[in-house]
């Protein structure tokens, strides 16, 4: 199909759906940028490699897959036109967002008991990674939480359709790429050390 082709709202569409591609992209190479900095500092001699993984982050990670699984029925909802079926869900995904940050949180306040804080003498290079690679993914999910609140408000005044519902397509494509992002940030960091 050529990009010119179609309407003028079409064009509006695909423009924005390939803009949160590129700024994807761009976070994922942030992500990958993170990841590789860790990779090549973990051969230091100072590299801690008994550190205890904290338990919240697993809890959070069946949170964001959860959220992810509930923003998707939401909006086949929303499609589908079952107003107050996909409030459920709706709802069901913001709790489930609120909650993985606060497990986030949480997570850091392990590494704090385990006595490694961010910065200062008790900090290390191998915890001051973490705490980088997960607060700056917990900032997207705070932007993805800010997404909700705008979705959820157009949900409420019923301003999406069965044809006019880019805004969920949008906020879908941010939410479960930060969401799967999560997965591969939790699985880097359980497994490289």
């Known amino acids: 199909m050529d990009l010119t082709e179609g309407s003028l709202k079409e064009k509006t569409d695909r423009a924005k759906k390939n803009m949160m591609l590129f700024a994807m992209i761009s976070m994922f190479m942030t992500f990958a940028g993170l990841t590789s900095a860790y990779i090549v500092s973990s051969e230091r001699d100072d590299w801690i490699r008994n550190f205890e993984f904290p338990s919240a982050f697993?809890?959070?990670?069946?949170?964001?897959?959860?959220?992810?699984?509930?923003?998707?029925?939401?909006?086949?909802?929303?499609?589908?036109?079952?107003h107050s079926t996909a409030t459920l869900f709706y709802v069901g995904t913001f709790i489930s967002a609120i909650a993985f940050v606060f497990l986030q949180l949480r997570g850091f306040g392990e590494i704090v008991d385990q006595g490694f804080y961010p910065t200062g003498s008790e900090s290390t290079i191998t915890t001051s990674f973490i705490y980088a690679i997960v607060f700056i993914h917990l900032l997207h999910i705070i932007g993805g939480i800010i997404v909700l609140l705008v979705v959820g408000i157009k949900h409420f005044k019923k301003q999406y359709t069965k044809e006019e519902h880019l805004g969920i397509d949008l906020a879908g494509m941010y939410w479960h790429f930060v969401d799967a992002l999560w997965v591969y940030l939790f699985c880097f960091l359980l497994f490289t050390r």
């Open 58 to 82: 697993y809890f959070s990670l069946v949170t964001i897959f959860l959220s992810s699984i509930l923003f998707y029925l939401f909006k086949k909802m929303t499609v589908l036109e079952k």
